[in-house]
């Protein structure tokens, strides 16, 4: 099998054409219709490697269902994926504050929700772990990417695992522009020419969390992003 996804969906319908597919895609898949019945999913052995979550649901909401799988040391590299019938800015930062990796706005494209879900499955903290990525110092930044942790001034960030990807990108190719395209692709192996604020919308949520330090990332209008080259 290719991972395990949970879809956590309360229409009948998406739910069953998700779970289709994803099997189609060889994942083992586990389903949830409502907030309760998720968390116990999410608490059985073996967990999921990724969950799909839709924010609207009858019980638990998608957000408290994401603030506490990241709350939890056993689940907090599991990728999650929210799905969202609102694509207002405002939904999405509460999404990525509670610990989202990424977004789908309904209605959605099944062919783009698989190439997002095979993604993020590369995307877990223990990526960093296994590249061996040393200790990076950067003016009032130092990120430790195989403890999965960062500090700014001596004060430790919470980050989630495509944040710190997204980060350590930028540091490793700092002085250069990196446009949205080259981030999709090579932090969240995504490469589509489907129309997405997911790197916009992370940019501004990395920049709110790193404080002081976010005067390292810049912002080339109508181009990208692109880290100072000395801090």
């Known amino acids: 099998m290719a991972g395990t996804v949970l879809i956590v ?44 979550l839709d924010l609207q649901l009858p019980d638990i909401t998608g957000l408290e269902i994401c603030r506490r799988i990241r709350a939890d040391p056993a689940t907090r590299s599991m990728g999650i994926l929210i799905l969202t019938a609102r694509s207002q800015e405002i939904d999405l930062l ?38 061996n990525t040393p200790s990076i110092q950067f003016g ?53 020419d489907v129309q997405t604020r997911t790197v916009d919308v992370h940019i501004k949520r990395l920049r709110n969390k790193l404080g002081k330090a976010s005067e390292y990332i810049e912002t080339l209008h109508g181009m990208g992003y692109r880290l100072r080259g000395t801090p």
């Open 9 to 52: 969906e309360d229409e009948a319908d998406l739910l069953k054409a998700l779970a289709y597919n994803l099997r189609k895609g060889n994942y083992a898949v586990r389903q949830a219709v409502n907030g309760s019945q998720a968390l116990r999913e999410i608490g059985r052995t073996p967990r999921p490697d990724l969950v799909i």
């Open 94 to 131: 509460i999404g990525f504050e509670m610990g989202a990796d990424d977004y789908m706005a309904k209605p959605f494209s099944i062919r783009e929700l698989l190439m997002r879900v095979q993604a993020l499955l590369r995307r877990t903290g223990q990526d960093f772990a296994e590249q």
């Open 140 to 192: 009032i930044l130092r990120i430790d990417p195989e403890a999965f942790r960062v500090w700014v001034e001596e004060e430790e960030v919470q980050l989630t695992s495509i944040e710190l990807k997204l980060l350590t990108t930028l540091l490793e190719r700092r002085g250069r522009l990196q446009t949205r395209d080259v981030l999709l692709n090579d932090v969240w192996g995504i490469y589509s």
